[in-house]
């Protein structure tokens, strides 16, 4: 069970130290990988819904865009917003990446035990390298624009949408390369969405940290 549990914890500390200049509170940050584990709740609700449509149970892309991808993130981000994203804590937009991290690793850690309590330590294993870290993703892409539109006068919902897109777009691809199972060696793009979407993270912290304004501050004072 550790190997199950282990995966989110070390990518949420890995978030954690990678903000440089003001670190949120661990209570907020606890909360939020526990409303995390909540959210699967109303995402695995509205999976077993959908899938019941044959619109999109019955069609592989459709499943993975519409019927997985959208209600996990959608339910990722209810919880960001309800929570997080109002505290006065969330002071910089680099805060948008750190909360969606922690509540999307509690969703993973939860959907990680499911998996390895059916598949063993080799499924363990593999999730380690592969859907966990892909969570990690989908979330700073989503984070990224979260950060953006909080302190947004005029773009907020269209920043939070932009969000909410780019998760369910590479969630959805690396479901549905996983997903397909008629063409042979398709599911290497599943890595390949990954590889560029963990490409697109790295660059959207270096960039939040990069404008944070508590780095101007330390820098100006450096210079005094």
Known sequence: MGLAIAPGIALSVYIYFRDKYDKEPLTALIISFLLGVLSA???????????KIPAIGDRTFMRAFLGIALPEEMAKMF?????????????????????SVMVSMGFATIENIFYVWEGGWIVALLRIFTAVPAHATFAILMGYYLGLSKFSSTSRIPLLLMGLFSAVMFHGAYDFFLMVENIPGIWLGAFASLGVGLFLSLRATRIHNKNSPFG?????EMLK
């Open 41 to 51: 709740v109303p995402a695995l609700i509205a999976e077993i819904m959908l899938e």
């Open 79 to 99: 919880f960001i917003l309800i929570y997080a994203y109002r505290k006065k804590a969330f002071n910089e937009p680099y805060d948008g990446i750190t909360y």
């Open 216 to 220: 101007v501050s330390q820098n100006t």
